[in-house]
């Protein structure tokens, strides 16, 4: 049969009808005469109007896709040949307008010869482009959903209830620990699986979405199939549609290195980063907590504080003094007892918290740790003092006591055990020097927090001046801090500041300064020759990791020029937190606020901190300035800070210049700023910024 002509064959009106209301394309091949009929439908599904096509039985050949021709060929010759039952095979017929049609090509043998070999072959073709588009969509989105999984390394499971059977893909198996494949699991392979710690609990959560239908997120450790601890995390969800009983679907991924990426956060948010040991703000919890539990279990509190650490770092660098603090570190470590702590409290200062046991002397523990101290070596150098360390204890008792005070009281004890010749121990109330400075320094505390927000806290400030030249050539000056206690007295720097420091507060101290200043004065410090404030900082404050947010935000509100505000870093405070010091430089550089570092040579490290500090300016210390015209050795000194200075961009500021001879001693060094009682005596900051006023008015 050849051609759309109406041919003879079973075909009725009404099977015609349906056939073409379906959309099916007929063929009908005669095997004998080599004809094939096709109908009109079939040229309708390929844009073809009835006898636009050839008269040609091998037409179809003629619009095969030509990847498809082998494929289509040899589905037809194996079906004539007798291998398979029927044709059956997909392929790409040209459209009209020259488009590909996906065709679906199903038929088989009606009419066989006497050796039975098939001599009529009868199929149908349906238009199945639509479904193989979705199957590329869907491959597509399977591709990318593959990819996204591979990517973070996500497995897929889930678990028919119906069949008791789970299913694990490639990724799954190779998060436990099983080689990388798709297939079904063991009933208990995940239950085997999980931590004993963690098991009743990830079991519980792991049926929750079959009772509330929600999606369930939750966290347990697994043991690998080599031993390996991993932590894991799965989304689940209950699909009730899957199956006669429903299935759990979800997935799982490993994320045992984000887990310890947390647990070192969370550890760095308690514990010092040198030493290990506990920090400040976690002590202080603990110390709280020891406090509020003291009626049934009373406790010791150590204070530890390091014997010629000072020198130590002179001698052998910052380097040294860090490896130090770690042993020491360890010795208190190893030395702790049971249920006890212990705690950096910053700088070379350290603490303890111990349970009281009958029978055992405080004291034992603190001779521990001052032998293991003794018998290590920090690496000092030849005729340097041996580092050692005094402690000082107290045994509290009494749920009255304030924290402040129960860490006063160790403090004290140990003033008394420095008093007392140094590397010793000393209970609270015993040894020589023993005295109330401790408890007077909580006091004192105790003020300067009221006086924060009792407006007692003064703000004083002292003049830099350019030698030679009044103060209107510079516009800078130092903030200083006074306070005024709660009679009225007047409470010198050198009593609070201490004290501040010593319980912790000092960056709190720091930030009440920084804030009120810019609020008051901030209006004088916009221009670019307006007021210039320096601001001195604490060890405490240079550790403080929200200290630029704080700046930032004041900066912002007082509308301050960043390049107006100079922030004072002594060498005692970055010696004791150097990597927080250095740090802290070059977040004000990139701010545009200046830096200077203070009290510079009061150690053989000084010149060391220029090369690793970019700072704007130092401060030589006063000891090499107040007595400059009677001491030769003081006017070298000097001379060869300012040539230093000087040949890396640095400004020099010389401190306590007391009178005229040493002015002009200074001036005649090369020496560009001073600062003394002799330029200019600390005032209200209230009267400098009034006359920096006044200087305007005149210009």
């Not at 299935?247 to 994320?255: H, K, P, S």
């Not at 007295?489 to 912790?504: D, L, Q, V, Y």
């Amino acid at each position: 049969m050849t051609g759309e002509d109406d041919k003879e064959g079973p075909r009725s009106d009404l099977w015609a009808h349906a056939i073409d209301r379906a959309g099916l394309g007929v063929w009908d091949a005669d095997l004998r005469t080599g004809g094939c009929y096709y109908s009109p439908s079939w040229s309708r599904m390929l844009g073809y109007e009835p006898g636009e096509l050839p008269d040609d039985p091998d037409i179809w050949l003629t619009l095969l896709h030509p990847d498809d021709r082998e494929q289509a060929i040899a589905s037809g010759d194996r079906h004539v040949a007798g291998l398979t039952d029927g044709i059956d095979t997909e392929m790409r017929l040209r459209h009209k307008d020259g488009h590909w049609v996906w065709v679906l090509d199903r038929g088989g043998s009606v009419e066989w010869d006497e050796t039975g070999t098939p001599t009529r072959v009868v199929g149908v073709q349906a238009d199945i482009t639509r479904r193989k588009q979705a199957e590329q969509r869907l491959a597509q989105i399977n591709a990318r959903f593959r990819l996204a999984l591979d990517a973070s390394g996500t497995g897929i499971w889930h678990h028919d209830f119906a069949t008791r059977t789970s299913f694990w893909d490639a990724r799954t198996h190779e998060i436990f620990g099983h080689p990388a494949k798709d297939g079904e699991v063991p009933l208990d392979q995940w239950v085997s699986q999980l931590h004993p710690q963690d098991r009743e609990r990830a079991e519980r959560e792991h049926t929750m979405p079959r009772q509330t239908g929600a999606t369930v997120q939750l966290r347990y450790r697994m043991i690998r199939a080599d031993g390996e601890i991993r932590h894991l995390e799965t989304l689940v969800c209950f699909v009730p549609e899957f199956g006669e009983g429903g299935q759990f679907v979800g997935t799982v991924q490993d994320i045992t290195e984000a887990c310890l990426r947390e647990e070192a956060l969370a550890r760095a948010a308690h514990h010092d980063q040198l030493t290990g040991l506990l920090n400040r703000t976690a002590f202080d919890v603990a110390l709280g907590r020891a406090l509020a539990d003291v009626a049934s279990r009373q406790f010791a509190i150590y204070y530890l504080d390091l014997d010629y650490f000072k020198a130590l770092n002179d001698f052998a660098g910052h380097a040294a003094g860090d490896r130090a603090l770690q042993s020491i570190g360890r010795i208190i470590q190893d030395a702790l007892p049971d249920d006890a702590i212990g705690a950096r409290l910053g700088g070379d200062e350290f603490a303890i918290l111990a349970p009281v046991v009958a029978g055992q002397e405080p004291a034992v523990l603190a001779h521990a740790i001052l032998r293991a101290i003794a018998g290590t070596s920090f690496g000092e150098n030849a005729g340097s003092p041996k580092l050692g360390a005094s402690i000082g204890y107290a045994l509290i008792a009494e749920s009255s006591i304030s924290q402040a005070e129960a860490l006063a009281r160790a403090d004290d004890a140990c003033y008394a055990a420095k008093a007392s010749g140094r590397n010793r121990c000393v209970a609270f109330g015993e040894g020589a020097g023993a005295s109330t400075s401790g408890l007077t320094a909580a006091r004192i505390l105790s003020e300067t927090i009221d006086a924060m927000e009792d407006d007692r806290l003064l703000l004083f400030g002292q003049q830099i001046h350019i030698l030679g030249l009044p103060w209107s050539g510079s516009h800078r000056c130092e903030v200083l801090a006074r306070l005024k206690d709660s009679n009225g007295r007047m409470i010198p720097p050198g009593a609070f500041i201490p004290a501040a420091e010593r319980f912790g507060m000092a960056a709190r101290l720091d930030r009440w300064i920084v804030r009120t200043a810019l609020q008051r004065y901030g209006h004088a410090m916009r221009e670019a020759d307006g007021l210039v404030l320096g601001f001195s900082l604490s060890a405490q404050t240079l550790s403080d990791p929200g200290l630029w947010d704080f700046v930032d935000r004041e900066v912002e509100a007082s509308h301050a020029a960043h390049s107006n505000i100079v922030f004072e870093i002594t060498e005692t405070a970055a010696i004791t937190s150097f990597q927080a010091a250095e740090r802290f430089v070059h977040a004000a550089r990139e701010r545009k606020c200046r830096v200077s570092l203070d009290d510079f040579g009061s150690g053989l490290s000084s010149f060391d901190y220029l090369r690793r500090f970019p700072v704007d300016s130092i401060k030589i210390n006063g000891d090499f300035v107040e007595n400059l015209a009677g001491s030769a050795f003081d006017q070298a000194i000097v001379r060869a800070i300012n040539d230093v200075a000087k040949a890396v961009g640095l400004t020099v500021v010389a401190e306590k210049i007391e009178d005229g001879e040493t002015l002009a001693l200074l001036a005649d060094l090369g020496i560009r700023y001073g600062q003394g009682f002799f330029l200019h005596r600390p005032e209200p900051l209230d009267g400098i910024v009034a006359q920096l006023g006044r200087n305007r008015a005149v210009r």
